[in-house]
């Protein structure tokens, strides 16, 4: 690699707890899994491919709303954590990044209440809350979920192309610190504490009509709606959140994957080749899925409420890419630049799963994943922009 001011910058050679010599490339894969070996065009036209897959099916009778739950039950609850599982349990980390660690965590706090914040700025949307029978807090909560958060799957391949010093180490460092444990645990709790349908520690499905529909009447409160869930709380609400975080396996995965890792436990080739594969598997039907629940044919109305929560989460990127570029120390210019991409990664994922599960109702997961997957292209395209900028 040709020297550059960059480069120049870099911190030195990176070492990692095993003592090995740094292979991240499974982390830069493409987003379908092993497509990576196809490239990315191919990537990319798969997951489109996949997504109108999703659209198609529909269409098609045996597609109900029973068998799509299923399909989203399996994938987030066996395909999912398995994935995330061995992604932790091979992941080499670098110790001479490790101050990313509390970086990451810090800046991921103050995330967190930057969203509340600017959740309070969500509109009212009478027609969404008469479309999806749920109160203006739970919009609030929607929003606050909505504006948190990165998904990886587009980041770590446009990083490893970028050919950054250090650059999918740093990446790789970032999510570990906070957004792996944000993702996959917190969010679970922020959305139990919004959610109108939870009572104690049981959760109602969201297509279950015997349920009571009626909504906690803490999330009616005005300074509930003004302040978020720290005010006016109800007994039992924190106790409640925190029973959703530890209920999460997507977290339980997370955690034994990443003690199997600091154990240095090695991963037995047949069931590395096994998990592998379940991880693709995992990845096309998270597209599909995208698909499946994904809707254009939304009302004016629907869409001016998306770009309102997603002008909310753009808000709080910009805040804190200035913030990380002007104010936080970083190990290297190549690392700065490389968490600012970051910090542009679209929502994860598993949101339009935490809401399901935690009751917001089948009208708000539609809106989630459609307005993700208009957040994913306007993320992608400015973290493209971002590398040729930093590149440059």
Known sequence: MESSPMAANAAPQVRFWRGRDMHLAEPAEGPVGLSHELGHLVSLLLVVALIGLGMAARQVPWFT???SELLRYVTFKVLFPLYLLRQLWVTNLSYQLVGLLPLSLAVHIAWFFLSQQLAACTPKASDVMEKSGRPHASLVGWAVLMSQGENMA?????????????????AVMWDLGANMWLCQGLLWGVAAIYSPQVQASAYSPIDNSDFDEAPDMFLDDVNTKQRGFFAGLPSGTKDMAVRAVIDSVLLRACLVGIGLNFMQLPLPGILDDGLRYLGSLCKVMLYFLVGLYADFSLSANDFRFIVSVLGQRLLAQIILAVF??????????????????????PGPSVLMHILAETGYGQYLVKLCVTGSLINTLLCVTLQTALLTQFRG
């Open 65 to 67: 709303v029973e068998r």
């Open 154 to 170: 587009f980041t770590y391949p446009l990083i490893a192309e970028a050919a950054f010093p250090d650059g999918l180490a740093s």
């Open 324 to 345: 990380v570029m002007t104010a936080v120390p970083m190990p290297s210019i190549a690392s700065r630049n490389v968490i600012v991409v970051t910090i542009f990664s």
